[in-house]
């Protein structure tokens, strides 16, 4: 098994551009996560999807964030404008059922200048 | 307010000596997980606790839940520099499939 596939692993970006960041879950796990971990704030979730579909969204930080699932095998995470304090490492995670673990994927490190 | 508190937020022990990290939560809830984290890394499944009194342990490691009190323990026995990462418990409440981290412990473990 590849384990969760995030792409790009590294991002470094300018203010005010977009960036989308890449999911690829586990083959056969219906739930899937986005958090986004920094020193002050620790690890967030953003969002999760089940079977593809959104089911909480309340840790988005503001209107410049979406996450979208077109289907079981991807999820992108967007930020359109991107600000310095989104610099961070962001983390996408699936699981088989809510009594599992989570498996986590390797992380986008976002840079933000 | 859904929160999760862990102490000690940093761990220096020496090898071979044994210690507690003590995980607290807000909400009442039956599953709580524990994640070892090594720096620059991603984070690493370690235990899944599913009922009050579960007990679960893997070498030095063993963790323990006691859902009344709220609190979940992650026990190092006899410890090895080999331990040494950041640690994190996470509480899924009632009704919800989403984690919520604790701060993390960060171990050290020297000669």
């Known amino acids: 098994d590849a384990g969760v596939i995030q792409s790009p692993r590294h991002e470094v970006t300018e203010m005010g551009q977009e960036v989308t960041l890449r999911c690829k879950p586990i083959s056969g796990h219906d739930y899937l996560f986005w958090y986004r971990q920094t020193m002050m704030r620790g690890l967030e979730l953003l969002i999760y999807?089940?079977?593809?579909?959104?089911?909480?969204d309340s840790g988005m930080p503001e209107d410049r964030f979406s996450a979208k699932m077109p289907n079981a095998s991807f999820s992108t995470l967007k930020i359109q404008p991107s600000e310095p304090r989104d610099s961070a490492v962001y983390f996408c995670?699936?699981?088989?059922?809510?009594?599992?673990?989570?498996?986590f994927g390797p992380g986008t490190r976002l840079t933000v200048l | 307010e859904l929160k999760v508190e862990q102490n000690p937020l940093f761990l220096s022990m020496q090898e071979g000596k044994n210690y507690t990290i003590y995980c607290n939560y807000s909400t009442t809830s039956d599953r709580l997980y524990w994640y070892r984290q090594d720096p620059g890394k991603s984070l690493e499944s370690l235990f899944v606790l599913l009922s009050n009194g579960a007990v679960k342990q893997e070498g030095r490691l063993m963790a323990s839940l006691d859902t009344k009190a709220r609190l979940s323990t992650l026990h190092i026995t006899a410890a090895v520099h080999d331990l040494s990462a950041t640690y994190f418990c996470a509480q899924t409440p009632y009704n919800t499939d989403k984690l919520i981290f604790g701060t993390g412990t960060r171990l050290q473990v020297f000669p």
């Open positions: 995670a699936s699981s088989r059922t809510d009594r599992l673990p989570q498996y």
């Open positions: 999807f089940n079977n593809n579909v959104p089911i909480d």
